[in-house]
């Protein structure tokens, strides 16, 4: 009896550690111009520290070209179950592709980079991604 009770709680201890050693999703910090509850758009592939081109709390719809650098799309939307997640939709060659992104940080992408010279055309809140 006292050895089974011994091995509970060893086992316990164990699972304990391994519990407190796994990482926890951690936050990018917000784009300086990207207010929480926003989705913005930022006119480069490498850095969301400029000024945010596109800047919205509702679904946004347009024609914006990402030019020759490509453009970076940051959900930092607010947990809201059935409103949090982004459906992004731009054309490329004609074709239309669309993602779906989680808001920071996750888990699954939060940001997207558009590869130049496509066009965004909508950002629309959502529920849960299904990928």
């Known amino acids: 009896m006292h050895q089974r009770i011994a091995v509970t709680t060893a086992l316990s201890a164990a699972l304990v550690a391994v519990l407190a050693s796994a990482p ?5 910090p917000s784009p300086p111009d990207c207010p929480p509850g926003n989705v913005c758009v930022f006119d480069s592939n490498t850095s969301t520290d400029g000024p945010a081109v596109i800047k919205s709390a509702g679904n946004w719809r347009g024609s914006h070209p990402t030019g020759t650098v490509g453009s ?4 930092n939307g607010t947990r809201q179950p059935g409103h949090d997640h982004i459906q992004a939709t731009w054309v490329f060659n004609g074709q239309t592709f669309g993602r779906c ?3 920071n940080p996750g888990p699954g992408d939060y940001k997207l980079i558009i ?3 496509a066009t965004l055309t909508s950002l629309t809140w959502r529920g849960e991604c299904d990928d």
């Open 115 to 117: 590869g130049s010279k």
């Open 72 to 75: 970076t799309i940051f959900n």
């Open 101 to 103: 992104l989680h808001f």
């Open 24 to 28: 926890i999703a951690s936050a990018e």
